[in-house]
């Protein structure tokens, strides 16, 4: 079984606060991919990030970055010089190698940005 | 590009009561899937399909029907509605493939009194 772990519930900080959301994740595949969705105040979700297990290398987008390590199983994700527009529900998910493997959330961090 | 769609975005419902959530996309996806979101809960998947005729059970499937007659629409049925299933429902949709990312819809938001 697979299985994804968001230990933060509730993150605060003020604008311009770097913060980083973790995730750690448990598969037996060798072969998985790791996702990361926003879901902002108004409800949608919103595909940032999809990463192979074969790929360890970060990746930046702007102030958003990722960083990957299988040694740790986790998948964290920094917000840098944080706004009060990253204020949302930050999902982590894994979908593991086989034919029929499903997408598992992880409980999902709410992050609040204040001004 | 309409994208996923979902209909309609608000009910409420009594006991007992069945409806139909209705989904659909145009993006010629053969994967689509229905989760619910409860708080602190996260998303959990209820059924999937990889293609039209195809479904199978996701983590928590008990209380829902689904059926794939076409790629475009897959609507998710509550037979008997009961207050557990109170939720945010989200239909999402993506290509065939371990790395696809999902497309979600806007969510229903059902209430059962």
């Known amino acids: 079984a697979q299985k994804v772990t968001q230990a933060q519930t509730e993150i605060s900080v003020v604008e311009k606060e770097d913060v980083t959301l973790d995730c750690v994740y448990e598969t037996r595949d060798t072969t998985y991919y790791l996702f990361w969705y926003k879901q902002p105040p108004s409800g949608e979700l919103v595909f940032l990030i999809r990463?192979?297990?074969?790929?360890?290398q970060n990746e930046i987008s702007g102030r958003y970055s990722w960083n990957f390590q299988k040694s740790t199983s986790s998948f964290n994700f920094t917000i840098t010089a944080s706004q009060v527009v990253d204020s949302a529900v930050y999902f982590c998910?894994?979908?593991?190698?086989?034919?029929?493997?499903?997408?598992?959330f992880g409980k999902g961090i709410t992050l609040s940005v204040r001004p | 590009n309409a994208g996923v769609t979902q209909t309609p975005k608000f009910q409420v419902l009594k006991t007992g009561q069945s409806m139909t959530l209705q989904c659909a996309q145009d993006?010629?996806?053969?994967?689509m899937s229905w989760y619910r979101q409860d708080p602190g809960m996260g998303l959990r998947l209820i059924h999937y399909s990889v293609g039209a005729g195809i479904t199978d059970q996701g983590e928590v499937p008990n209380g829902y029907n689904v059926s794939r007659s076409t790629t475009e629409d897959f609507p998710l049925r509550l037979l008997s509605a009961a207050p557990s299933q109170t939720s945010v429902y989200f239909c999402?949709?993506?290509?065939?493939?371990?790395?696809?990312?999902?497309?979600f819809g806007d969510g229903t938001r059902l209430s059962i009194l």
């Open positions: 998910a894994l979908k593991g190698g086989g034919a029929n493997s499903k997408l598992t």
């Open positions: 990463r192979n297990s074969f790929d360890e």
């Open positions: 993006m010629n996806h053969e994967y």
């Open positions: 999402a949709s993506s290509y065939i493939g371990i790395d696809q990312p999902q497309h």
